[in-house]
């Protein structure tokens, strides 16, 4: 069957329609059409109310264990769930400050690398490899929730913790860097959008998506290693006379004190959950925050190494650190399902006890409690993949509450992609850049927010897309946007372009005026996809004209 171009677009108006507002018995919110007899019922045999479930089902337990048909009991969990969501947030704030941004600020010094490249690779890779992963394992993932998702999330990223970046630490941005950073999204995004709009996404363009983001990223790398030549250049003329005085004083003590002196104290001191200053300058809230986040805390502090070049001893705890040789590799295998697979007969998590055993037999006889031993610094490696895991598991659970409240308030696919997953699956990057913004790394949590976002629209979409397309006979991807997709390309050109013209007219300076007309843009299209999701006005990309047949 053929159409003509008004016929195909009110065959796509009609198909966004089946899917927004007549929800299909594969998906969830079908629950809405039930009885509250059969809801239950429903939540527990369908696939698709347990596609966001982690560790926790929210969704069986409102429906389940309290029952929508006890209106005041059903609200009372949502309220719950809530203050569930907002716990995580904590959890997840703690995490960015105690744990990541001292890791990552270790790894820029130790690698001697600027915190824009810095943010662009490391922070940018940390944050977005766990979607990215996720959306390359799952290639018959629903398209509209994931374009939805991918733009929403880019957009936020963007426009409210960039934004948020420059209210808490203004600086000045670097012409040609800044200037790349959004012209390759600019173009990026265009390209998205002109090849998805016939629905068809083939192998040229997920190929040219890809390399796009192989060609930022040499670049990107490319302008530090000119930068980093200019400058032992400029430090060679200068011929200095070398410091007698190093760093290394401590290899030419010896000590008359004990190898070991100390340690269990040493230990004890590193784990308390609790800072004790916070403890007594803070109120009864502050004080309720954290007893409530000690258990987390304490479970963080055994399980994820400390590195932190501004602390004593840089973070060395020897105790404590030759736990973490045994406890991450098991807390990492066993939340990811992976201690019980079996190899030779014999379980994961025993090969991982017995492979951790040798490292750290040889730090307690290599090392001491009182100083720090020069390969403390690969204890970062540790601490960034537990840093990243550590996140990912409560970005997950975030996730699945976000989704769980949106289906109670009813939103569809696109609303609940762009807006409540879009928050949740960035909800990482917002206390990671933030925490940096906070400890004077500005600029390495700014890159970050672009080169996030662009990581996972050009890596992540461009390999779902390809190895979708691999899986059809004409090696082409069938793509769905939905209604918002259209709305939610337009809103990221406008947070871009809005963005380089306000710089541009700051001569590149990033002021907290910036950072407020990235916010309010980001409300706006926040503001506008919401009032299309109640059918207020419409949202780009739907056809409104009248049919001149009726009547």
């Given amino acids: 069957m053929t159409f003509n171009l008004n016929g195909s677009l009110l065959l796509r108006v009609v198909r966004h329609a089946t899917y927004v507002n007549f929800p299909r018995p594969d998906d969830c919110s079908y629950l809405h059409k039930l009885s509250v007899d059969e809801q239950c019922q429903f939540v527990e045999s369908s696939e698709a109310c347990t596609e966001s479930v982690f560790y926790f089902n929210y969704v069986w337990f409102l429906y389940c264990t309290l029952g929508s048909e006890r209106a005041y009991l059903f609200n009372a969990g949502f309220m719950f769930l809530l203050c569930v969501c907002a716990y995580y947030f904590i959890i997840l704030g703690t995490t960015a400050d105690q744990f990541f941004c001292p890791t990552l600020a270790a790894i820029a010094e130790t690698l001697n690398i600027s915190e824009t490249l810095a943010g662009v690779t490391i922070l940018a890779f940390g944050n977005g490899s766990p979607d990215l992963f996720t959306a390359v394992a799952n290639p018959d993932e629903d398209t509209e929730l994931m374009f939805a998702e991918l733009f929403g999330s880019a957009a936020f990223v963007i426009g409210v913790i960039g934004g948020t970046v420059l209210l808490i630490e203004p600086f000045t941005f670097a012409p040609w860097g800044i200037s790349r950073d959004l012209a390759f999204f600019i173009i990026s995004v265009v390209w998205i959008s002109l090849k998805a709009a016939d629905e068809r996404f083939n192998m040229v363009d997920s190929s040219v998506l890809i390399g796009l983001y192989l060609t930022f990223l040499f670049l990107v790398i490319w302008e530090f290693v000119l930068a980093r030549r200019e400058m032992q250049t400029a430090r060679a003329r200068e011929a200095s006379m070398p410091n007698p005085s190093a760093r290394n004083d401590h290899l030419n003590v010896e000590s008359n004190v004990p190898a070991n002196a100390g340690l269990l104290v040493d230990f004890w001191f590193h784990i308390k959950p609790i800072d004790p200053e916070e403890w007594s300058l803070g109120g009864c809230v502050t004080r309720t925050i954290c007893l409530l986040k000690a258990p987390f805390v304490l479970l963080l502090l055994l399980t994820i190494p400390i590195v932190d070049v501004t602390a004593e001893r840089n973070g060395w705890c020897k105790l404590l650190n030759i736990c973490h040789c045994l406890t991450l590799p098991l807390m990492v295998v066993f939340v990811n399902g992976l201690a019980f697979i079996w190899i030779a007969h014999v379980p994961l998590f025993m090969w991982t006890m017995l492979a951790s055993l040798p490292f750290m037999i040889v730090i307690f006889y290599t090392s001491r409690t009182d100083r720090c031993p ?145 916010i309010i843009t980001y409300g706006m299209f926040l503001i506008f996809s919401f009032l299309g999701e109640f059918e207020l006005l419409h949202p780009f990309g739907t056809d409104h004209q009248s049919d001149p047949n009726a009547g």
């Fill in 374 to 518: 020069q390969f403390h610094r690969c204890f970062t490696i540790l601490s960034f993949l537990g840093c990243v895991q550590a996140i990912y598991i409560i970005a997950q659970e975030v996730v699945s509450v976000l989704e769980t409240l949106g289906l109670v308030l009813k939103l569809s696919k696109s609303i609940l992609g762009l807006s409540m997953l879009a928050w949740g699956n960035s909800i990482g990057d917002l206390f990671s850049n933030v925490a940096l913004a906070r400890q004077g790394y500005g600029k390495m949590a700014f890159a970050a927010c672009f080169g996030g976002p662009l990581l996972n629209l050009c890596l992540g979409l461009g390999l779902t897309l390809m190895v979708k397309a691999f899986g059809s006979f004409n090696l082409v991807a069938e793509v769905r946007k939905g209604v918002m997709g259209e709305n939610c390309e337009a809103y990221l050109f406008q947070i871009l372009t809005t963005t380089w013209l306000c710089l541009l007219f700051t001569n590149f300076q990033g002021r907290r005026s910036v950072g407020i007309s990235m």
